[in-house]
Every structure is written in structure tokens, then in C-alpha cells.
Nanobody, 117 residues
Framework: VQLVESGGGLVQPGGSLRLSCAASGISVNIYRMGWYRQAAGKQRELVATITGGSRPTYADDVKGRFTISRDNAKNTVSLEMNSLKPEDTAVYYC????????????WGQGTQVTVSS
């Protein structure tokens, strides 16, 4: 199983980015998927998840700014990020949960998002 993120980069405050995660070696249809981020010197934190039925959940500090979505036909999950703030700067990781209750699954390698003027 491999998860490959793309779409990170440098953006000015108030700008937007769209991250994508492509899965291979597994069909994502039935699995909850998520996005995490880890800023320098901080612990990895949950940003958003989406169930197999496309029901999303969000961390409080990204609600209204970020949107998680999935395309089961393309085996991908995306994170649309708007109104970006410097504090959103982090490495963003894709997650596929094989057992959500035990937080077991697969990780992508991460993509850097830097919000700076």
C-alpha cells in the first residue's frame, strides 16, 4: 500500500492550496481517510477525516477554511485549504485508516505547506 501526497508549496497568508493523496495497492472505497499535519517542533495533529460515505470531520481551527473530499473512482482524497494562515505551516500527511478505533493504517510521506509573505 502506498499513499502519495502532492500539492504542497509556498503560499501567502490568505491564499489557497489544494492537497491530493493518491492511493495504490488498496481500494480506498470503504476506508475512512484523513489528513494530519506536523509543524516544526510540535506533535502531529489531526486536521480532517472523511468516512467511506463521505461524511467529514474537522479540527476546530480549520473549520470553515478547509474542505476534505474523496474520489473513490480515482482512489484519491483531497484537502482544499483556503484563507491560509502562517500557523497552518506544517508538513501535511495523508492517512488511510484500516482500524479507525485503534488508529491503525497507512501514512503518506508528507508534503510541505508553508504560509508566509
Amino acid at each position: 500500500v502506498q499513499l502519495v501526497e502532492s500539492g504542497g508549496g509556498l503560499v501567502q497568508p490568505g491564499g489557497s492550496l489544494r492537497l491530493s493523496c493518491a492511493a495504490s495497492g488498496i481500494s480506498v472505497n470503504i476506508y475512512r481517510m484523513g489528513w494530519y499535519r506536523q509543524a516544526a517542533g510540535k506533535q502531529r495533529e489531526l486536521v480532517a477525516t472523511i468516512t467511506g460515505g463521505s461524511r467529514p470531520t474537522y479540527a476546530d481551527d480549520v473549520k470553515g477554511r478547509f474542505t476534505i473530499s474523496r474520489d473513490n473512482a480515482k482512489n484519491t482524497v483531497s484537502l482544499e485549504m483556503n484563507s491560509l494562515k502562517p500557523e497552518d505551516t506544517a508538513v501535511y500527511y495523508c492517512r488511510l485508516y484500516t482500524d479507525y478505533s485503534r488508529n491503525r493504517g497507512y501514512w503518506g510521506q508528507g508534503t510541505q505547506v508553508t504560509v508566509s509573505s
